[in-house]
């Protein structure tokens, strides 16, 4: 009796130390991009180590540039192998969406804590009825300007692209004009597709059927030739940084930007930071619009924790945990849902000023292409820089107004198809 009863305690030791074994090697995976605040990952870094201790399994988080981010998701996507959870912007949801499991449970369980996500996230997370993503933070883009320009050329900040361009006037006459880009960068994109949409004009319908040529978009091209006279040429070759280089320099009077110029100035420039403002980004004659960088999270469908990566997605937006990851982030990890209220109170925001323009920011976000289907023909649109080229080219006079618009609908039209 003695030796049975000592064999199933040697048994039950065996199982119960597999079990804990077992648990132990499993290891849950993570592709993002290396931020360019450090102190998010870091606490992104943290969390991870304390899920890992809760649910006695590994997180590894595989960080890389935003550059490489593209082609690194590309190649698993491709491959049908890599990372459980992965990092997408912007349009990577819809394109990637076969890769994808719905997560339609882990988002109703988030919109308990924080109230529904802004139209900007399910543009960007769902299709048709399904979650493929979950939305985490954005970068809004408001208006930066210089009070002390402003004041010394008698102008006020600019609430709509009409009073926009009057200030561009009087503020290249003082000797600090206004910085717009209309190059390959983001920020040209960015810029150039929400003053289109606040226009009235759309590259492409929700249909998919390219509609450029319009005389909205003749509007908003004679607007820009217009506003361009007033401009250093320079921002015909500015890259990603050309906004913030613009506004350090202490030229510039105004540019579109997320928070990381602000972020800037205050560490390095804290004569320019004092003199830094605030403003809701431009809005036309068809309504105020405003688009950039939105940073989702989804599970694929090769993952063989799928349920454990629901949980760490959970754990991430966890009340205090995502609060913790914004204060982290400097305010830089914007969240997108309709009510910020829960976030309001964070140490982060008073480093900003005017940061009550920055919250409302959310409340006219888009995607670029918005209202054209999310997917790879949005994405290689955007990429194409098609936009910038057209505006571009007529502000330069390379081309007439008529002959960058029709150039443009041929270029969309090899990427749509209709």
């Not at 292409?369 to 006079?397: H, N, R």
């Not at 390379?398 to 002959?403: G, I, L, P, S």
């Amino acid at each position: 009796m003695r030796r049975l009863v000592l064999l199933l305690t040697i048994v039950i030791f065996l199982i119960s130390s597999i079990s804990v074994l077992a648990q132990q090697s499993k290891e849950l995976t993570i592709l993002t991009w290396a931020h360019f605040v450090r102190s998010s990952d870091e606490f992104l870094k943290q969390l991870a180590q304390e899920f890992g201790k809760k649910y006695g399994v590994n997180v590894r988080i595989d960080m890389v540039s935003l550059n490489d981010m593209a082609s690194k998701l590309a190649a698993e996507m491709e491959s049908g192998a890599g990372h459980d959870i992965v990092l997408l912007m912007n349009y990577s949801t819809a394109l990637y969406k076969d890769h994808l499991i719905p997560l339609n449970d882990v988002i109703k369980e988030i919109e308990k804590i924080y109230g529904p996500y802004q139209p900007a996230a399910q543009e960007a997370s769902k299709i048709g009825e399904n979650w493929y993503s979950v939305p985490c933070y954005y970068t809004p883009a408001p208006g930066v300007y210089r009070k002390d320009y402003f004041k010394e050329a008698g102008v006020k900040p600019p609430d709509t692209f009409e009073e926009l361009l009057e200030a561009a006037k009087k503020l290249h006459e003082t000797g600090h004009p206004v910085g717009l880009p209309i190059s390959h960068c983001g920020d040209s994109n960015d810029w150039l597709f929400q003053l289109l949409a606040s226009f009235g004009a759309h590259p492409v319908d929700e249909n998919g059927n390219v509609t450029i040529d319009s005389p909205e978009t003749r509007e908003a091209i004679e607007y820009v030739k217009e506003l361009f006279k007033y401009m250093s040429t320079d921002v015909l070759s500015w890259d990603g940084a050309g906004n913030n280089r613009w506004i350090l320099s202490g030229v510039g009077s105004y540019i579109i930007n997320s928070l990381s110029v602000v972020v800037a100035a205050r560490n390095n420039f804290p004569e320019i930071f004092e003199n830094l403002g605030l403003i809701l980004p431009p809005a036309g004659p068809k309504g105020r619009y405003s688009t950039t960088s939105l940073y989702t999270y989804g599970v694929t469908e090769w993952s063989k924790n799928k349920e454990l990566a629901k949980k760490f997605l959970l754990f991430l937006l966890d009340k205090e945990n995502f609060r913790g990851w914004v204060e982290a982030s400097g305010g830089y990890n914007m969240p997108l849902f309709k009510d910020l209220t829960i976030f309001k109170d964070l140490k982060c925001w008073e480093n900003y000023p005017d940061i009550e323009a920055v919250f409302k920011v959310g409340d006219y976000y888009h995607l670029p292409l918005w209202p054209a289907p999310p997917g790879g023909a949005a994405q290689l649109t955007y990429d194409s820089y098609i936009i910038p080229d057209m505006f571009a080219y007529a502000a330069t006079g390379k081309m007439t107004t008529d002959e960058a618009i029709k150039w443009a609908e041929n270029q969309l039209k090899k990427i749509w198809g209709k």
